[in-house]
């Protein structure tokens, strides 16, 4: 048995959606991504999302759409993937990291707080594993500190804080208190890459929040502009009739998404809540096999939320790294393909480069040290579902 960590779960519908995309004669950004990109908004209760090439664009689009530059500071946790910080770099912001909850793989509001100066202009959260942050306490901290705002252009006088972008590379499809990843935020972005949810190959989303007192439509312009060059008119209407005439409104980047891409992601749109509810009986199943060892794994729904199932977390209580590091190597010699997420960012060298200390992120480091990721997706047979438990479940018993 071999039972790989997370493989794209591709259908016959899906190939079929993008070889008519193909045969159709328009195959970069067009009509599918149009489609796809109001189905999108419809499911999360937001105005319109902007397709790009990957959840790393879309964060870097919202900070760029924000004006967020040199002497500013955006805050964003310890515990997560190198996306959600590099961005701040790439756009000459200054980033600043902060620690997890003892215990937990989430930031509180007030660690955010105590983080807020007067050059903050954002704070990236990070859904992990697909379960929403409660961002009510956040924006309360957000709010609390709206004095120390100064706003430096348009959107942000218009938004008249600090603005909160979530990292929801896993969360499509999550929801908290009747509100889906999307909806509650300021700015969100989601990833379709290979090992998500729903996959483009690369591809993501950004949306922002409906009762953000903006123009909608001009910001929905704007972003899309800094999709495309800062090309004033796409390449689908520059093809009509006698419409070539074209400016350049900023020398911005190239991240859209293609039609090819967008059909893929489409197509696995439409059966999205079964993809769900198969990765919830994975996660059940996962607790009910693993209920006697001694771990704890990340909750998954409770009263006021449910996730998207993206990441099955556990810790294993009493291991060291090195013991954790065996258990993936001796998982590895039955056949089942292990993870760890995440290393934590002052742990790589990119960042430690930057003056980050490990030593700084004792929790988010305590997290690391002891979890393992188990796989979980939709190619997984409820007989592999069982044998990846029981594997697990033998090893952690067997321990003396
Ligand atoms: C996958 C991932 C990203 C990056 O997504 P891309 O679409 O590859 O840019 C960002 N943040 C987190 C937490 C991720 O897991």
Redesign the pocket.
């Known amino acids: 048995m071999f039972i790989p960590f997370s493989p794209p779960d591709i259908r016959e519908e899906d190939v079929e959606a993008v070889a008519a995309v193909l045969r159709s004669g328009w195959i970069t950004s067009g009509p599918v991504g149009a489609e796809f990109s109001e189905a999108l908004s419809t499911y999360c209760d937001t105005v319109d999302t902007v397709l790009v090439n ?3 664009s879309g964060l870097e689009l919202s900070l760029r759409a924000l004006g967020v530059g040199p002497g500013d500071e955006v805050i964003v946790p310890a515990y ?2 190198t ?2 910080a590099s961005v701040i770099d790439h756009v000459g912001a200054k980033i600043v990291m902060v620690d997890v909850e003892p215990g937990s793989f989430f930031v509180s509001a007030g660690t955010f707080e105590s983080a807020i100066t007067d050059r903050t202009k954002a704070i990236i959260a ?1 859904d992990m594993a697909g379960v929403m942050n409660d961002t009510r306490p956040i924006y309360e901290a957000i709010e609390r500190r709206k004095e120390l705002f100064v706003p430096t252009n348009q959107l942000q006088e218009q938004i008249g804080r600090v603005a909160l972008i979530i ?1 929801a ?2 969360s499509l499809g999550a929801s908290r208190e009747g509100y889906r990843a999307g909806s509650v935020a300021d700015f969100t972005a989601f ?3 290979a090992v ?1 949810n729903l996959t483009t190959a ?1 591809g ?1 989303a950004l949306t922002w929040n409906k009762n953000l007192p903006v123009d909608h439509k001009e910001l929905g312009a704007l972003l899309r502009v800094l999709t495309l060059h800062g090309q004033n008119k796409s390449a689908l209407e520059k093809s009509k009739a006698s419409s070539w005439e074209y400016d350049i409104v900023s020398p911005a980047y190239k991240m859209n998404l293609p039609d090819i891409l967008a059909a893929m992601g489409y197509s696995q749109f439409k059966r999205y809540d079964s993809i769900l509810d198969r990765r919830h009986e994975i996660v059940a199943r996962y607790d009910e096999i693993l209920a006697d060892t001694d771990t704890v794994a990340l909750r998954h729904s409770g009263e006021d939320f449910r996730s998207s199932g993206h990441l099955y977390l556990l810790r294993l209580n009493g291991y060291s790294q090195e013991d954790r590091n065996q258990f993936i190597a001796d998982m590895h010699s039955q056949g089942v393909s292990c993870n760890v997420h995440y290393k934590p960012l002052p742990a790589l060298t990119a960042y430690r480069n930057l003056g980050f200390k490990t030593s700084d992120y004792p929790n988010s480091m305590a997290q690391y040290s002891n979890e393992v990721t188990l796989p979980l997706h939709t190619c997984l047979t409820d007989e592999q579902v069982d044998y990846v438990a029981n594997a697990a479940r033998n090893l952690l018993l067997s321990r003396p």
Do not use: I, L, P, Q
């Open positions: 990957s959840c790393t997560t993937y996306a959600s990070v990292d590379a896993h990833s379709f890459h998500k690369e993501g």
